[in-house]
């Protein structure tokens, strides 16, 4: 099993490996969906990482882990293609990647891997109630001393 986190974090606690962190990693694009009174509609591309960590005894054993655990993530994302009712996997653009596999201090094993894709969100910018009417002030500067660098 798992810990599974909505961010980064490092360094990984030792009991909490194998580790799986859902990080996003830029805004690629916005384009403009949809106008109507309530607010702009846009659709919001982001690119997100699904990094996994697995740590274990020898190469073997945790190229095995971070293989399963990178290869049950990917199936979650493609059964999942609809994320929310606002949000769309991007399944064109679905990327898997994996690290060396390095001893670390303690002589266990340790790699990683991450899946990449483009998740389009639509999202509405709310129009601003009108709260009242500015009128342009008027100042009589006649009657201010003039600016003694003048």
Request: aromatic share 0%; glycine share 6%; no cysteine.
């Given at each position: 099993m798992a810990v599974v986190y909505p961010h980064e974090i490092v360094p990984i606690p030792l009991e909490e490996w194998p580790a799986v962190m859902v990080?996003?990693?830029?805004?690629?694009?916005?384009?403009r969906d949809d106008v109507e009174a309530t607010g702009t509609h846009w659709l919001c591309t982001y690119?997100?990482?699904v990094y996994v960590w697995a740590r274990g005894e020898g190469f073997a054993h945790t190229d095995r882990v971070r293989k399963r655990i990178t290869l049950a993530a990917r199936e979650v994302l493609m059964q999942l293609r609809?994320?929310?009712?606002?949000a769309q996997l991007d399944d064109s653009s679905l990327g898997e990647s994996y690290s060396d596999l390095d001893v670390d201090q303690?002589?266990?094993?340790v790699g990683g891997a991450y899946l990449e894709f483009l998740l389009v969100v639509q999202e509405v910018l709310g129009t601003v109630p009108t709260k009242g009417v500015?009128?342009?002030?008027?100042?009589?500067?006649?009657s201010l001393p003039p600016h003694p660098a003048l």
């Open positions: 990080v996003g990693q830029t805004l690629e694009r916005m384009t690119r997100i990482r609809k994320v929310t009712g606002r303690a002589d266990a094993t500015v009128q342009t002030p008027v100042i009589d500067t006649a």
